[in-house]
């Protein structure tokens, strides 16, 4: 996984051109965000980015995709390969301490339309 990179010399440069905020060379590894995003933040994009990774290389995740890996054809002859890149990444999460967060989960909350109670008659209440 990673995110959207606007290289020099790449037509998607000239597009996001006057978006990007970051020009240093370490930070276009693809696990940085260096330019602003439409409709959410860079931080939104990053902490998203950092969620998802963190998400994907779970172990629980890593031992269910090795499992259906191995269930392929000619899975088996490269399984060993797959695992440890899988656990490589689930190492350098951990190491990294990559957490993130669900950015959805802010707009889901920020966004939602109060609702009011309807009114419901008890039948069993005692009259005013």
């Given at each position: 996984m990673s995110h959207l990179h606007a290289s020099p010399g790449y037509p998607v440069?000239?597009?996001k051109k006057n978006r990007i905020f970051d020009?240093?060379?370490r930070?276009?590894?693809?696990?940085h965000s260096v330019f602003h995003p439409r409709c959410m933040s860079a931080e939104d994009l990053q902490s998203g980015h950092d969620w998802i990774t963190n998400r994907y290389y779970r172990l629980r995740r890593i031992f269910r995709r090795s499992w259906r890996?191995?269930?392929r054809p000619r899975g088996l002859s490269t399984l060993r390969f797959m695992?440890?890149?899988n656990l490589a990444y689930y190492g350098r999460?951990?190491?990294?301490?990559?957490?993130?967060r669900n950015?959805?989960?802010r707009y889901r909350t920020s966004h939602r339309r109060r609702e009011s109670t309807p009114t419901v008659f008890n039948w069993f209440a005692p009259p005013d």
């Open positions: 440069f000239q597009t020009r240093q060379w930070h276009y590894n693809f696990h890996y191995a269930l695992r440890r890149v999460i951990r190491r990294w301490k990559i957490m993130g950015p959805a989960e």
